[in-house]
């Protein structure tokens, strides 16, 4: 097998793989957090108008 | 004259303009490493002692360049947390050192790749190998000792001071080379000496260095607003963004 198969290939998918992790990682984290502050953000809006609490 | 420089380190401006940054850094980052790595792996001949196993440089120098100069931005932003207190600083240097640690795997475990076939060794302890080694250690110790101490700002001010204590690392790895016999070759890119290497080789190195430069600086970008969203929700700015 020739140089190209046993070392340099194998390199360069560790580091694509590696790098591509990265990314998925920002991507998951993203989500995660914008569903935090969408949570607290709709906790924050005040009621609508019209609202009658129920005695 | 402090007014403008308490702007910019604020992290709504911060969240501003790393917005308008990440587009045109990923451009250029993704069109550095197209012409880095088929450059490398297509265009750059083949070296006259070692065949195509040379191609291993196109990743093993930009990720070892990286994993010092990572490390070196963590100790600046720590340095100036630990004078001036200023969280944006604190938050570049947590959110590098995820990136940094990856390319010193990249660095060793390539430079491992290309040990077999020119040294006949997978691993040596050789001075560079060992300090880079260590600074692997050290990039797993800043991360581990930020998520071991509960408290934002005492993990903070343990980290930064960790930081800048392993600073001493990164000239014991750089000078390794002349200090000690190393079986590690000697530099390719010095700073005022003519390159040694052919220049169709040289411009897809320079190419990926910059390329993997700009992958750190775009991932850092990205990081550094999540985390200003992760400590900054509850503020009016953030639940604006969503609503």
Not at chain 1, 15 to 29: R, Y
Not at chain 2, 127 to 156: C, H, K, P, Q, W
Not at chain 2, 168 to 179: A, G, K, N, R
Request: hydrophobic share 55%; glycine share 6%.
């Amino acid at each position: 097998m020739s140089a190209y198969a046993i070392y340099v290939w194998p390199c360069y998918f560790l580091v694509f793989v590696l790098l591509a992790a990265h990314v998925v990682s920002v991507i998951l984290e993203r989500r995660k957090i914008f569903k935090i502050i969408f949570r607290v953000a709709s906790s924050l809006k005040p009621k609508s108008e019209g609202y009658t609490p129920s005695k | 004259m402090l007014a403008p420089l308490s702007r910019i380190i604020s992290p709504k401006y911060c969240y501003q303009i790393t917005g308008y940054l990440i587009p045109w850094l990923s451009i250029i980052c993704a069109a550095l490493m197209l012409y880095g790595v088929v450059g490398g792996l297509y265009f750059a001949p083949a070296d006259y002692q070692q065949g195509d196993g040379f191609r291993i440089i196109y990743v093993h120098v930009p990720a070892a360049f990286l994993s010092l100069m990572i490390y070196t931005v963590i100790f600046v932003s720590s340095s100036i947390y630990l004078i001036w207190r200023v969280k944006l600083a604190d938050i570049v240097a947590q959110r590098s050192a995820a990136l940094g640690a990856t390319y010193t795997i990249i660095a060793l475990f390539s430079g491992s790749l290309w040990g077999k076939p020119m040294w006949g060794t997978w691993w040596i302890w050789d001075a560079r190998l060992t300090s880079e080694l260590i600074l692997l250690f050290l990039y797993v110790g800043y991360m581990g000792l930020r998520s071991a101490i509960l408290d934002t700002n005492r993990a903070a001010y343990a980290a930064a001071i960790l930081a800048v204590v392993g600073m001493i690392d990164i000239p014991i790895i750089h000078f390794s080379v002349e200090w000690w016999a190393t079986l590690h070759q000697g530099a390719t890119l010095a700073k005022l000496a003519k390159p040694s290497i052919a220049e169709e080789m040289l411009y897809p190195l320079l190419a990926m260095i910059a390329a993997f430069t700009f992958f750190y600086i775009t991932l850092l970008c990205i990081r550094v607003r999540l985390e200003i969203l992760k400590r900054e929700f509850k503020t009016q700015w953030v639940c604006t963004l969503c609503t």
